[in-house]
């Protein structure tokens, strides 16, 4: 990481002691690039995960799902995104949510609580059914996600 990188938070692994993620928010020296970064041996060495996230959709959040391991969500300035299998490939998961800036997200139950900038509070119910799609091994579409997409997935 360069000078005045902006750790804008961690989170501890769920199903590993050793694995955390962390996102870094350099936008405000002109950077607009995603950073999400990923280490799963106690951070020695970490890897930078944003396949996916187009420049311009800088990261505030990473989460990892509760009980579904390789389920990731980034809070990003455009939008939520969502992995599959632990940060490899991101895709859009906008659900009828607008274009708006994402700054924090708390996985509650089944429920994806997603706070924004401005627009408020968003509460995206049964996300638990996009682990089921990866492991069922169902190919995902490269279109932004929305519950009745994910739904026509997962049966």
């Known amino acids: 990481m360069t000078s005045w990188s902006k750790v804008s938070q961690i989170e501890a692994g769920h199903f590993d002691a050793e694995t955390a993620y962390a996102s870094v928010d350099r936008h405000r020296v002109a950077d607009m690039k995603p950073y999400i970064y990923r280490t799963h041996d106690s951070g020695k060495t970490w890897q930078n995960m944003t396949a996916g996230i187009p420049e ?27 992995s599959f299998n632990d940060g490899g490939q991101w895709q859009p998961l906008q659900n009828g949510m607008p274009v708006t800036s994402v700054r924090d997200i708390v996985v509650h139950g089944d429920d994806l609580d997603v706070a924004t900038y401005g627009r408020g509070f968003w509460v995206l119910d049964q996300m638990r ?27």
């Open 56 to 82: 311009g959709a800088y990261v505030n959040s990473v989460k990892e799902d509760t009980k579904a391991k390789g389920l990731l969500y980034a809070a990003t300035e455009l939008r939520v995104y969502v």
């Open 129 to 155: 059914r996009c682990g089921r799609s990866l492991r069922r091994g169902r190919r995902l579409f490269p279109q932004a996600l929305t519950c009745s997409s994910l739904e026509r997935l997962t049966r």
